[in-house]
């Protein structure tokens, strides 16, 4: 793996993701770079439900506290995360973790009713900020609580290709409703 290029395209994701634009300009843009960057996992094009603003909820965080590890299958071994807090949405509730280590990082993947039909059978990210997706799935508001817009759902890079390995979504992160928005399953 070509070290540069993947700082490139993490830069690029991390752009994107803090870029200006409203769900549609978003999406094109992340198709293109998925489409023509050497470091993409998936040539494109992405396919997504229609956007939906009823996905997109400002809900508080509850305390939580506690780690939890989480193999990714891979060379990366056995992840270590700590609990920031519980997150009530209207469809179940979600853990949002802190990656325990170097540079750390909020990490929320979660596995609903659509994994294995519509959507990527192991689960999606609403945000993994290791990797520059941060600003759009969770954004954390002034008044302490989170905003979460599954719109802005996304596959991890193992949904694409067996040659990558990825984290999933814990058992506590499984939400028996339908989250029908965000990226659809890649064929």
């Known amino acids: 793996m070509d070290a540069l290029s993947l700082a490139d395209f993490r830069a690029r994701v991390a752009a994107m993701y803090l870029s200006d634009v409203d769900v549609a300009g978003f999406r094109a843009r992340r198709d293109e770079l998925f489409a023509t960057h050497p470091q993409s996992a998936a040539p494109g094009p992405l396919r997504y439900f229609p956007v939906d603003p009823a996905f997109s909820v400002v809900v508080p965080v509850e305390p939580a506290d ?93 949904a694409y290709d067996d040659a990558w390995a990825c984290p999933l979504a814990p058992y506590e992160n499984r939400l028996d409703a339908e989250i029908r928005a965000g990226e659809l399953a890649y064929t």
């Open 66 to 158: 506690g780690s939890l590890e989480i193999a990714t299958g891979g060379e990366d071994g056995v992840l270590r995360y700590e609990r920031v807090g519980v997150l009530p949405t209207p469809w179940g509730r979600l853990t949002l973790f802190w990656l325990a280590a170097y540079g750390g990082g909020l990490f929320l993947p979660f596995r609903d009713a659509t994994c294995g039909k519509e959507s990527y059978g192991a689960g999606r990210y609403l945000t993994d900020t290791v990797k520059g997706t941060h600003g759009r799935g969770v954004v954390p508001q002034p008044d302490g609580r989170v905003r979460l817009d599954f719109n802005y759902a996304y596959n991890p890079s193992c």
